[in-house]
C-alpha cells in the first residue's frame, strides 16, 4: 500500500510510513513543547506582573489614604474583638485585608500581604497575632512585627464609619 502523505510503499496495509508516522509525531513533540513553553512565558509573566504591582504598592503605598471609600458592610458584621477578612477593590486593585472591630466606634484594617515578599498572612484568634505561611514572618494584633525576616509591620488601610456602615479605603502607612 502506498503512504497517503509521501506515497511512498509502506510495506504493509496501513496507508502511513513508518517515516511519515515518526515525523508526525515529532511534529505533535515539537507543538506540544512550544505550547508549554509559551504557557509558561505566559503565566510566569502573569505572575510577575502580579508581584511588580504588590510590590509598587509595598513602595510606594498612597499617603493620603483612597479617595474613594467602598462600603464593606454595616458595623454587625463585624463582631468586636476578632477580624474579618474582607477585599478591598478601590484604586484599581483588588486587595485582602483583615478588618477589626475594637469596640466604641474604632476600626482597624489591615492589608493581608506579609511585608516581606508579600504572601497571605493569616489570622489566629486564640494566639492573637498573624503568621505568614512563606517564611515565618508573624505579627501581633496591631499588626506590629514581632518575629522572622518581614521588615516591617503589615500595611494599614484607610477606615471609617459612615451611617452604620464600614466604609474602607486603600492603603495609608
Ligand atoms: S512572605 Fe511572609 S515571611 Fe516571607
Redesign the pocket.
Known sequence: MRCRICGHETGNDTDLCQDCVERASDHKELSRRRFLGWGAVTVGGLVGIGYLGAALRLLYPSSSGSAKLQDIGPVSNFPVGNYVLTSYTGDGYDDGVYVMNQGGGKFIALDFH??????P?QWFQSLEKFM??????QYNKLGEHIA???PRGLFHHEIAVQNGHVMLGGQIS
Open positions: 506579609c511585608t516581606h515578599l508579600q504572601c498572612v505568614c505561611p512563606c517564611h515565618g514572618s522572622g525576616p518581614a
